[in-house]
């Protein structure tokens, strides 16, 4: 198995498994009952010798320059790279800079320890995962610190609204780029339709783009024809070039000084 793979993920092209492993569940981080990443690490023992552990693989490092198409690359999506990845962050940062054709995705569901990745470089997005009202609103908190062009957050799976979620929409998703929405798929378990309507309704308000996974599109709007498809935007060409645009003059230098 390489160590840059094609995607199924509909928003990525490839991942880059440049690190794996998560300790999130033991610590109590993550509520997710089937991991499909230790699921992974489970199944491809060959390739994930330390299994579930944090583990980097330098000989990886090289795959992203040998890419030439412009691609949007998950970075050590088989488990949680920003929690436990980070004492390699200067050799994943140099490749990232060395491939500006390239996008490059950051997801965790430890956001506490994004401040250990300093600023991340241009080409960077940043996201957080949120499974709640309680993880929403230290996402929320931790990416209005982190230096990064494009910040996101990831409503995948969304498994609880609370408190926190109806009183931060107005103003909480200032800041936030980019909005991805999507349903638990083992076992299937989706969001409610007003939390849908809610987080599209965020978006709008603070101009933040959607991007409805295939998993709700095909069961949410199958069972509530219309409603959602028509608030649903996609992230396309034309929007990701006007959105970087704008946002350039916004994001401060690339110096990455903070942890050196
Ligand atoms: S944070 Fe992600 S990789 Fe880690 S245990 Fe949870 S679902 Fe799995």
Not at 95 to 115: G, S
Not at 199 to 220: P, Q
Request: charged content about 25%.
């Amino acid at each position: 198995m390489k160590r840059m793979s094609r995607s199924g993920i509909e928003y990525l092209d490839y991942t880059w498994g440049v690190f794996s492993g998560c300790q999130n569940m033991p610590r109590g981080i993550c509520p997710v009952k089937a991991c499909w990443a230790l699921a992974i690490t489970q199944r491809f023992k060959n390739h994930y010798p330390d299994g579930f552990s944090p583990r980097f693989y330098p000989e990886a490092l090289d795959s992203p320059r040998q890419l030439r198409k412009s691609s949007r690359i998950g970075v050590g999506w088989v488990g949680d790279v920003i929690g436990y990845g980070w004492r390699w962050r200067r050799q994943i940062y140099e490749v990232i800079r060395d491939c500006p054709q390239h996008k490059f995705l950051f997801l965790t569901k430890n956001p506490e320890r994004l401040q250990l990745w300093g600023t991340f470089p241009a080409n960077a997005w940043v996201g957080v995962s949120v499974t709640g009202s309680k993880d929403y609103g230290q996402a929320i908190d931790a990416l209005s610190e982190v230096k990064a062009s494009i910040k996101f957050l990831s409503f995948e799976p969304l498994l609880e609204w609370g408190s926190e979620l109806d009183e931060c929409w107005e103003e909480g998703l200032e800041g936030i780029n980019w909005v991805i929405i999507g349903a638990q798929t083992a076992p299937v378990r989706l969001p409610e339709i007003e939390w849908v309507h809610s987080i599209v309704g965020a978006a709008d308000l603070a101009g933040s783009l959607v991007f409805m996974k295939d998993n709700i599109d095909t069961r949410i709007i199958s069972q509530n024809a219309g409603e959602v498809s028509r608030l649903a935007r996609v992230l396309d060409q034309e929007d990701e070039t006007i959105l970087e645009m704008e946002l350039r003059q916004e994001v401060p230098g690339d110096a990455d000084t903070l942890w050196d």
